[in-house]
């Protein structure tokens, strides 16, 4: 599977010749920093990367946040005296998620418009929804709105899921939107 995605970034981004070399950070640069992390990204700029690659879930009130898994179990953990009833994004708000943090660090993840903002341009962005409205009701559209929200439309052009429906429905709310971006 990693390979196809592999050959076809590869196709996509060079024409089917393989003209130039680019240098994907998956998940930011995450050999060096926490993955997902502006501190992941902000790291992959200055190592002069073509494209920044994230996930993207939704919390249970509708903010785009960025984590690979669909719990902050791997990766964070929670640091208030109240227990959590689930560890999965998507059933927690915003305000508790502000509550989990990266494990060693004191920081937590950022959201989606926390990381453009950072990115500015200074690298592409090539944004993975994890999953689509199915699972996250209407995350397609909140997340053009926030790259339309930033003016990050020439820099965030490629969307990427391995979730057809959300790849389509993305498609379908692009349409007349200024922004060129690309799913597969």
């Given amino acids: ?109 950022p959201t989606l418009d926390s990381a453009i903002k950072l990115i500015n341009g200074r690298a592409k962005l090539l944004i993975e929804l994890k999953k689509g409205s199915e699972y996250y009701p209407g995350i397609e559209t909140r997340m053009l709105n926030v790259i339309e929200k930033n003016g990050a439309g020439a820099w965030v052009d490629v969307i990427h899921s391995f979730e057809k429906q959300a790849l389509l429905n993305v498609n379908k709310q692009k349409q007349g939107k200024t922004a060129k971006i690309d799913c597969f």
């Fill in 1 to 109: 599977m990693v390979f196809v995605l592999s050959f076809l970034f590869i196709c996509y981004f060079c024409g089917n010749t393989i003209s130039q070399t680019l240098v994907i950070a998956h998940r930011g640069a995450s050999a060096y920093e926490p993955e997902n992390t502006l501190a992941a990204f902000e790291k992959a700029i200055e190592m002069k990367a073509d494209y920044i690659e994230t996930d993207v879930h939704q919390t249970k009130n509708s903010v785009l946040v960025l984590m690979h898994d669909m719990s902050f179990n791997r990766t964070c953990e929670f640091r208030t005296p109240a227990k959590l009833m689930s560890n999965l994004i998507k059933e927690l708000t915003y305000k508790q998620f502000l509550q989990i943090k990266i494990k060693n660090k004191d920081y937590g993840p």
